[in-house]
């Protein structure tokens, strides 16, 4: 039986120490991948990756403490928080910080509609990675993992042993073979 994220942030709360038990852990890990690809999305030359999730994982813990279960799923407060705090700490290491309320929001893709992160949300549905693998190929499979996962196109192409560009076209025919399955 799979514990929602709701029961887990209920659980965490009453421990005196949240780090103690694995409900911490196991919701770390569901938002981990969330983490690493908006950070990838959101790192520039003043910020790099690395910060930007340490930031996303901060927003995490707030989000533990801070969530309301009347306003709604903690999936979408915690999103909010995470990519508030990551646009905040880029702004700021621009040297132009923005209140998060006066940022342009069409500048991240909404969680929503993108498939990346849908298909995050659903990583550890084995019936989706089959069906992916019914119809991406080897090659599109894994530069799309390692997008996922928060790497560059040359660091795709330095872990496959491909040009940047054959990466970009691997990952742009997976995400248009992919739309096309969800």
């Known amino acids: 039986m799979k514990v929602t994220d709701e029961e887990l942030v209920g659980i965490i709360r ?3 120490d949240p780090m103690q038990g694995g409900e911490t852990a196991l919701l770390i890990s569901r938002y981990s991948p969330v983490i690493r690809l908006k950070a990838a999305k959101l790192r520039n030359k003043d910020i790099d990756t690395e910060d930007l999730c340490q930031e996303g994982y901060l927003a995490l813990f707030d989000a533990i403490r801070a969530y309301d ?3 709604g799923a903690f999936s979408t407060f915690a999103g909010r928080c995470i990519s508030n705090r990551m646009i905040n700490a880029a702004a700021k ?3 132009s910080l923005e209140k ?3 940022f342009d929001f069409t500048l991240v893709p909404d969680s929503s509609t993108s498939t990346d992160d849908y298909l995050i949300s659903k990583e550890d549905d084995t019936a989706l990675t089959e069906k992916m693998l019914m119809v991406l190929s080897e090659k599109e499979y894994n530069v799309f993992r390692l997008y996922l996962d928060g790497y560059s196109y040359k660091q795709i192409a ?4 491909i040009t940047p560009k054959s990466a970009d076209n691997a990952l742009s025919r997976a995400k248009k073979k992919l739309k096309e399955l969800l």
Do not use: Y
Request: without cysteine.
């Open 14 to 16: 009453t421990r005196p």
């Open 69 to 71: 279960s009347s306003k």
């Open 93 to 95: 290491a621009r040297g």
């Open 100 to 102: 998060a309320d006066n």
């Open 158 to 161: 330095e872990k496959t042993g």
